[in-house]
């Protein structure tokens, strides 16, 4: 079997109608896909007015908002007689789930019932949300829905070793297969650095610039970072806070640390070159799978601290290319921020180590491994299948 011959139905929770670095992995996953020959068709809540345009075929399913005062995310509900009615018009010889709510365990079903075989991928870190949101007692039930999830497909792909040694002390015995994250190296690299943009937002050329990336919602640890800024200050560690990226909690992170810099939203190369300029990259978030963000920084020349959490163990090398820090260790992120605002030969080495630590992180060689992986599993599934008794 070669690509060319796969019919692939991949299952998101969300594809293109809010953007986050979950689905901007499906979406060059598809484009890959569909380069090798592979016919995809995606399915997944929609909105009339999406983050940004869809590769692929794209078909909308139901949904409804999500509960918990995130509303600009859908819960995605059950395959329903239209969605099925295509499913059964586009024939897939293969299921790949990507979030563990109503719709992907509904296709999940589907698949078990056409003798399809299923391949899961872990994007998110469900339970850990919660303990932002006051409902931290429900995480144990929130693992049971995941281990039941990651457990009832044939090979599981998770963007870290870390997570999957997370899912094995779950108890998912599931095959799992390392499906890590690319780079656009054309995008994020120290060339993309400009002094004339942050002088533009006031920072001048000899400030250390700490620099935050990604969406301003509380998940992301912000609480944490607001928290390690003011240990900052309080050393009279000279630096400037440079947020890049929007969100609801935008204003209560702008109240928590007053003389940041806020860039906004930007994406495309101007992303590249607001990364570039940074000097340092904070992301104390235990929420992350994979770190995008950090490998991005890396790719950029930018030194990085982090929690020591799934987004940047396996990842960083601890010294080299960045320090780690146990998740709420105030004074440990404090001290690691103020080695490399005041070290610039530490700063400047753990920059250079990190582009060359990122130079192997590419789209085309990490997508491959889906595609492989597709093969062996319905290969194995075909192994498996009793041979038919001849009269």
């Not at 991949?10 to 979406?27: C, E, I, K, V």
């Not at 509900?77 to 299921?95: E, G, S, T």
């Not at 928590?256 to 300029?277: H, K, M, Q, Y």
Request: net charge neutral; hydrophobic share 40%.
């Amino acid at each position: 079997m070669q690509a060319t011959d796969l019919r692939v139905a991949l299952f998101s929770g969300n594809y293109n109608y809010t953007r986050d670095g979950a689905n901007q992995t499906l979406n060059l996953l598809v484009g890959y896909l569909l380069k090798q020959g592979a016919a995809v068709r995606v399915y997944s809540p929609v909105s009339r007015k999406p983050a940004f345009p869809p590769v692929g075929d794209l078909v909308g399913t139901r949904s409804v908002k999500m509960p918990g005062g995130r509303a600009e995310y859908k819960l995605g509900l059950a395959i329903d007689a239209r969605v099925r009615a295509d499913l059964d018009a586009f024939a897939p010889n293969l299921v790949h789930v990507s979030a563990p709510d109503f719709l992907n365990h509904s296709a999940v079903r589907y698949a078990r019932e056409k003798g399809i075989p299923v391949v899961a991928s872990y994007h998110t870190r469900f339970e850990t949300y919660v303990q932002y949101y006051g409902i931290g007692f429900v995480a144990p039930l929130i693992v049971k829905v995941q281990r039941k999830f990651y457990q009832s497909v044939d090979e599981v792909l998770a963007p870290s070793q870390m997570m999957g040694e997370i899912l094995r002390e779950w108890g998912v015995t599931t095959p799992v297969t390392r499906w890590s994250r690319g780079v656009n190296h054309d995008r994020f690299n120290p060339s993309r650095r400009s002094l004339e943009w942050r002088r533009s937002l006031g920072i001048g050329d000899d400030e250390i610039a700490v620099g935050f990336l990604g969406r301003l919602v509380k998940e992301k640890g912000l609480d944490v970072f607001a928290k390690a800024m003011h240990a900052l200050d309080a050393r009279g560690v000279p630096h400037r806070t440079l947020v890049v990226g929007e969100g609801p909690a935008r204003d209560w992170f702008a109240k928590e640390i007053p003389d940041a810099v806020f860039a906004g939203f930007v994406t495309g190369n101007d992303l590249g070159r607001a990364v570039a300029s940074m000097d340092v990259f904070f992301n104390p978030s235990v929420t992350e799978t994979f770190g995008n963000v950090t490998l991005e920084a890396m790719a950029a020349g930018v030194p990085v601290v982090a929690a020591r959490a799934s987004g940047a163990v396996g990842l960083l090398e601890e010294g080299v290319t960045g320090l780690i820090v146990p998740p709420t260790d105030i004074e440990g992120y404090a001290n690691a921020l103020q080695r490399f605002c005041e070290d610039e030969t530490f700063r400047l080495g753990a920059g250079r180590a990190g582009v060359a630590e990122a130079a192997g992180y590419k789209w085309e060689r990490i997508n491959q491994v889906v595609l492989d992986t597709y093969l062996r599993v319905i290969e194995r599934t075909r192994a498996a299948e009793p041979v038919p008794a001849h009269c």
